[in-house]
C-alpha cells in the first residue's frame, strides 16, 4: 500500500511556480522523499529526493516539513514539457529500498 | 548518462501463450533491478526486485512460476509472463540501479493480450 497522499490532480499556467503537495504522516526515519515524473508513452523519470533538509536541482526544489510528515515538491517557471504525473515515494534503504508508487498527481499546464 | 532500454516497446500475444521482456542497462551497472507492471488504470505494481548475488523477491500475487526473471550480469535482465490472460496487459517497467543510486527506469513494454 503506498504511504504517501497526493491530490489527484492539479492545474497550472506556464511560467508560473507550482506546489505539488505529499503528505506522508507515517514516515520511518530511514525513509528518503523520492519524486518521480511519468509522462504518458515513458517509464518515470527521477525529479528529486531528500531526507531531511531542503534540496533543490535543475528541475525543481523539495521543501521538506521540519516533522518530516508532509513535503512540497516546487516547480519553478513551468512549461508546458512539465505536464505529466508526479509520484511522490518513501524509500528505505538497504535490502528495503524498493519504490512504492501511488496514483501520484496529474499535472497539466495551461498555454 | 544513465539509461535503460526496453523492448520490445508494445507486443500482442494470445490468451494462454508467453512473452518475453528485456530490459538493458547502458552506461551504469545494474546490481539491482525492479519489475513493475502499470495496469491500464496507471497502479503501479511492484512485481520482483531482483539484485546481484541474491535471490530475487517475488511481491504478493506475483510468483517465479508465472514471471520468471533472468539477470545473468550488471547490464541485462528479462522477463517472461507465462501463460498470458486478460489480466496481464499493462505496461511493464523496468527500473535499474547501482547500489543505493536512484533507478532509472525504461519506457516500458506494453503488452496486450488477446
Known amino acids: 500500500d503506498a504511504k504517501t497522499t497526493q491530490p489527484d490532480s492539479m492545474e497550472s499556467t506556464e511560467g508560473e511556480t507550482v506546489h505539488l503537495p505529499c503528505s506522508h504522516a507515517?514516515?520511518?526515519?530511514?525513509?528518503?522523499i523520492y519524486w518521480y515524473r511519468q509522462v504518458p508513452l515513458q517509464g518515470p523519470e527521477y525529479v528529486t529526493h531528500?531526507?531531511?533538509q531542503n534540496t533543490t536541482n535543475s528541475m525543481a526544489f523539495l521543501a521538506i516539513a521540519s516533522d518530516r510528515k508532509s513535503s512540497t515538491l516546487i516547480l519553478p517557471h513551468v512549461s508546458l514539457r512539465d505536464a505529466a504525473v508526479y509520484h511522490c515515494?518513501?524509500?528505505?534503504?538497504?535490502?528495503?529500498?524498493?519504490?512504492?508508487f501511488g496514483q501520484g498527481t496529474v499535472l497539466s499546464v495551461i498555454p | 548518462g544513465a539509461l535503460v532500454y526496453q523492448y520490445p516497446r508494445r507486443t500482442i500475444c494470445k490468451s494462454g501463450t508467453s512473452m518475453r521482456m528485456e530490459c538493458q542497462a547502458v552506461?551504469?551497472?545494474?546490481?539491482?533491478v525492479a519489475w513493475y507492471r502499470q495496469s491500464p488504470q496507471k497502479t503501479f505494481e511492484l512485481i520482483a526486485l531482483?539484485?546481484?548475488?541474491?535471490?530475487?523477491?517475488?511481491e504478493q500475487n506475483f510468483t517465479q512460476e508465472k514471471f520468471p526473471i533472468s539477470h545473468p550480469n550488471l547490464s541485462f535482465s528479462s522477463m517472461t509472463v507465462l501463460n498470458a490472460y486478460l489480466e496481464d496487459r499493462g505496461l511493464y517497467l523496468c527500473?535499474?540501479?547501482?547500489?543505493?543510486?536512484?533507478?532509472?527506469f525504461g519506457s516500458g513494454t506494453r503488452l496486450l493480450v488477446i
Open positions: 531528500g531526507l531531511q
Open positions: 515515494i518513501l524509500r528505505g534503504t538497504g535490502g528495503n529500498n524498493k519504490l512504492t
Open positions: 552506461g551504469f551497472q545494474a546490481t539491482s
Open positions: 527500473g535499474a540501479k547501482t547500489g543505493d543510486s536512484d533507478y532509472t
Open positions: 507515517t514516515i520511518s526515519g530511514n525513509e528518503y
Open positions: 531482483s539484485t546481484v548475488n541474491s535471490a530475487i523477491k517475488y
